[in-house]
């Protein structure tokens, strides 16, 4: 079975620039998930979706973060213009609606802002 | 909203036995995961407990007290390749699932 597939894996940018990850989750999760994670920090959650409708944006700052799931499937996530501490690794997830709720995590997409 | 606390840093000697505990505040409870993260790696599952009571799974266990809003990773006969981070994450209802901020493990010889 095929892993959690994120691109692109290291992105280097300057301040104010744009940059966009993609993500395709397991064949058959209906849900997916964005996170954010500082170096020494725990996942933070950015958006949750349930196919392609949002279920949690509550921490995403939309005045620069969008993303979307188009046809409930793969999903994109953007920023910009980029500042100095959006630096992370941005980690996709999926899991199965319904069940235990156990995530599958891609191996990240690590941005540095300069 | 949810707080999730658990150590930042442990040290142990391989062979022995390490407990990371964590505690939680939460509005509405599904379980509790814990996930083992190794440097510049994506968060892989260890262990899932919805019900009162320990889990056991090879040198892994994981206890929890709902009532308490308590957890515990107990990883047993330490190895080097345990050296890595271990997340606590709560599930809160939509399959909600908040991590907390994660506690390094530092296996020494």
């Known amino acids: 079975e095929a892993g959690v597939a994120q691109s692109p894996r290291y992105k280097i940018i300057e301040k104010r620039q744009s940059v966009a990850f993609w993500c395709n989750p397991i064949?058959?999760?209906?849900?997916l998930y964005w996170y954010q994670q500082i170096l020494g920090q725990g996942p933070k959650l950015l958006i949750q979706?349930?196919?392609?409708?949002?279920?949690?944006d509550s921490q995403l700052p939309k005045d620069r973060f969008s993303a979307e799931r188009l046809k409930g499937v793969d999903s994109t996530l953007k920023i910009q213009p980029a500042k100095l501490e959006d630096s992370a690794v941005y980690l996709c997830?999926?899991?199965?609606?319904?069940?235990?709720?156990?995530?599958?995590f891609g191996e990240g997409s690590r941005l540095t802002v300069l | 909203g949810q707080n999730i606390d658990q150590p930042t840093e442990m040290t142990a000697t391989e062979g022995a036995i390490v407990q990371i505990n964590c505690t939680y505040q939460?509005?509405?409870?599904?379980?509790l995961f814990w996930y083992q993260q190794h440097a510049g790696e994506a968060p892989t599952f260890l262990s899932y407990?919805?019900?009162?009571g320990l889990e056991e799974k090879g040198r892994f266990s994981s206890f929890l007290s709902r009532s308490k809003g308590y957890s515990y990773l107990l990883l047993k006969e330490l190895q080097m390749k345990d050296s890595a981070s271990y997340l606590c994450?709560?599930?809160?209802?939509?399959?909600?699932?908040?991590f907390g901020g994660g506690t390094r493990v530092l296996v020494k010889p």
């Open positions: 997830a999926s899991s199965l609606a319904g069940g235990f709720g156990e995530l599958f």
């Open positions: 064949s058959g999760h209906a849900t």
């Open positions: 979706f349930q196919n392609n409708g949002v279920v949690d």
């Open positions: 939460t509005s509405g409870f599904n379980g």
């Open positions: 407990n919805v019900l009162d």
């Open positions: 994450a709560v599930e809160a209802a939509g399959n909600k699932l908040t």
